[in-house]
């Protein structure tokens, strides 16, 4: 008998200690929680993703000012050799003593592919190194590349040449008012402005005045006057 109790105890015990080590089952998730969740780690991510793509150096934006510049189909990726030029030029990097326009072109030809007309930002810097060299040639390597981004990080194209209107006495008399006869007189008052259709066409005066009066309006005024 004592063994058959001790054998009844042992498998209670086993069988406790197997409930025991069960997890209880897990509460049905509400599957709005869960999208909503989703969607915010989502976005949290993206949203993060964008700050990092959108923080532009401020080379890398004079960079793509200057790429996007006299070109409509640009996309700022990528840059040609005029303005290339242009930037050296503009951003002072061109101080016609260490670095010439020559050497400008030269360190470009060398940067490009062979197939390339143009240079990418990452081969940008590697012209701009290049350049540092000749440009900052009492500076170490490093510093003379810091003193040549400083002189480009936050420019942008400067316009220049911009078209002035030309004034000639042929083009003046042509265009004075003043000077106009018959019809073509009649289209513009005293000080030259058009009068637009009243002059050119005869409009019907409905006021009741006589055509041509001069003191249209002033009755009412002269009556009150002399009240």
Known sequence: MPSVENSTMADSKTKSAKSANKTPPKSPADPVKEKAAKRLSCESNSSHEGAVAGELSALEEAFRKFAIHGDTRATGKEMHGKNWSKLCKDCHVIDGKNVTI??????????????????????????????????????????????????????????????????????????????????????????????????????????????????????????????
């Open 102 to 227: 020559t050497d400008v072109d030269i360190v470009f030809s060398k940067i490009k592919g062979k197939s390339s007309r143009t240079i990418t930002f990452e081969q940008f810097k590697e012209a701009l190194q290049e350049l540092s060299k000749k440009r900052f040639k009492d500076k170490n390597d490093e510093e003379a590349v810091q003193e040549i981004h400083k002189l480009i990080e936050g420019k942008a194209p400067v316009i220049s040449g911009v078209t002035k209107a030309i004034s000639s006495p042929t083009v003046s008399r042509l265009t004075d008012t003043t000077k106009f006869t018959g019809s073509h007189k009649e289209r513009f008052d005293p000080s030259g402005k058009g009068k637009g259709k009243a002059g050119r066409e005869d409009l019907v005066d409905s006021s009741g005045y006589v055509s041509g009066y001069k003191h249209a309006g002033t009755y009412d005024h002269k009556v009150q006057g002399s009240k």
